[in-house]
Nanobody, 120 residues
Framework: QVQLVESGGGLVQAGGSLRLSCAAS????????MGWYRQAPGKQRDVVAT???????NYADSVKGRFTISGDNAKNTVYLQLNSLKPEDTAVYYC??????????????WGQGTQVTVSS
């Protein structure tokens, strides 16, 4: 089994910053992609940013220039730096990983979610 453990959410004023972390552990041979998704109340879960093991990144248009994703392959960890936060960034943020397991193939995994609340 594989576990993703997130940390770093919280309450911040508009214009502020937060840093989210997500560490993967367990039956891992390699991780091809890690990323962050978010889900606001009453809305679907949408991608925020992703990073490949080679370091290629992609961002949702709504966060480009404000959020930065980075990773540490040796630690199976991904980070999301959130700057210039806006109230519309309020959501539960979920860590995601596409993991090649040491045994029994590859699969998608999700963290439990961490709440980010931005006050105006």
């Amino acid at each position: 089994q594989v576990q993703l453990v997130e940390s770093g959410g919280g309450l911040v004023q508009a214009g502020g910053s937060l840093r989210l972390s997500c560490a993967a552990s367990g039956n891992i041979f390699s991780i091809n992609v890690m990323g962050w998704y978010r889900q606001a109340p009453g809305k679907q879960r949408d991608v925020v940013a992703t990073i490949t093991s080679g370091g290629s990144t992609n961002y949702a248009d709504s966060v480009k220039g404000r959020f930065t994703i980075s990773g540490d392959n040796a630690k199976n960890t991904v980070y999301l730096q959130l700057n210039s936060l806006k109230p519309e960034d309020t959501a539960v943020y979920y860590c995601y990983a596409y993991v090649r397991r040491a045994i029994s193939g590859s699969a998608n995994y999700w963290g439990q979610g961490t709440q980010v609340t931005v006050s105006s």
